[in-house]
């Protein structure tokens, strides 16, 4: 039988948690805030073949934020592509599942981790699809600090051009990147207003809630006004550890030996939907190890937390004279 969205977004995080505790590996936050976006995509949403990867009428996906490969592999591998047995060897020597998604998989269709590539990947699928007169569709996943680049715009361009209503992108907007918040990064807002401006549909929902989302896809399945479509998810970077959630420190760090694995397993364990099993740890930890008040737990690890962005002096904009160009000045 095949698994619910809910169940699937369960196991991506119980399976990231496994994944990057055992490999040393990074991205926890984005595994997480991504984790309901993809079960919902592959339980509800996307067309493919398990016994057929190469099957030329799937729809094609492309998870640009490569980074959160952990949560595509997790739901390849729940979905019959491989054995989920291989999780285990993420960030190995030698095995499949590298740190960025890789191609060598089954069911990948393209490698990323190279940020702001991935879209102009599906938009390549999408008009390739219409020029070959194919019904498969080009799905897109990005981070919102992916947005920064000014390939992502290039490609929103093109594929409006072209109107290329067989392509959605799905943004992972969990409003932090890297090292800080998004608008202490490089601003973004009004994000919505921006991808109209380039001709878009946009959808803006609750990443997180698997109905909402549901309920996107399906408005963007139904428009026929010949435009690409972009749903903005607003996510949580971290979703579903309380203590990972909006702490830009997950971007980087993996589950340690100790608390940091023992309460994250159990936290999820206190929300595992009925007919899920555990296959790491059946029944949650016994005895889990706790955090203490010299632990590094609930503090502000952004970046400019430390430093202040403002700039040394205010500016102002000063009037030219006739015939020169306009120019900005210290007061």
Not at 290 to 305: F, K, M, Q, R, V
Request: hydrophobic residues 40%.
């Amino acid at each position: 039988m095949q698994m619910t969205s809910e169940q699937l977004a369960w196991k991506i995080r119980r399976h990231g948690i496994e994944m990057t505790h055992l490999s040393g590996g990074s991205h926890i936050g984005a595994v997480l805030s991504v984790a309901d976006i993809i079960a919902v995509l592959y339980a509800d949403v996307l067309h493919y073949r398990v016994d057929e990867p190469e099957w030329s009428e799937r729809d094609r996906f492309v998870l640009s934020k490569g980074h959160a490969g952990a949560a595509l592999y997790a739901a390849l591998a729940e979905t019959g592509f491989f054995p989920v047995e291989e999780l285990k060897t993420h960030y190995a020597n030698g095995s499949r599942l590298s740190g960025h998604v890789s191609h060598h998989l089954p069911g990948v269709d393209f490698s990323t981790g190279s940020l702001g590539h991935g879209l102009s990947a599906a938009v390549g699928m999408a008009y390739a699809a219409k020029k070959d007169g194919k019904s498969f569709r080009a799905f897109a996943v990005l981070g919102d600090g992916e947005c920064d680049e000014g390939s992502v715009w290039e490609a929103a361009m093109f594929a409006n051009h072209f109107r290329l209503d067989n392509l959605v992108a799905i943004v992972d907007h969990n409003y932090m990147q890297s090292l800080d918040f998004c608008e202490n990064t490089l601003e973004l807002e009004d994000f919505a207003s921006r991808w109209r401006a380039f001709g878009w549909n946009v959808e803006e929902v609750n990443g997180n809630d698997h109905d909402a989302l549901r309920a996107a896809f399906g408005r963007i399945a139904a428009r026929d006004n010949h435009k690409p479509s972009v749903l903005i998810a607003d996510t949580i970077k971290g979703c579903g550890i309380s203590f990972m959630q909006n702490d830009i420190l997950w971007h980087y760090r993996f589950p340690h030996d100790g608390w940091e694995y023992d309460c994250a397993v159990n936290e999820l364990h206190q929300v595992k939907p009925e007919g899920v099993e555990d296959p790491y740890t059946p029944n949650g930890i016994e005895h889990p190890t706790l955090p203490t008040e010299t632990d590094d737990i609930g503090n502000d690890h952004t970046y400019s937390h430390t430093w202040d962005t403002a700039y040394p002096e205010p500016m102002r904009r000063v009037t030219a004279q006739p015939g020169t160009a306009e120019r900005i000045k210290p007061v």
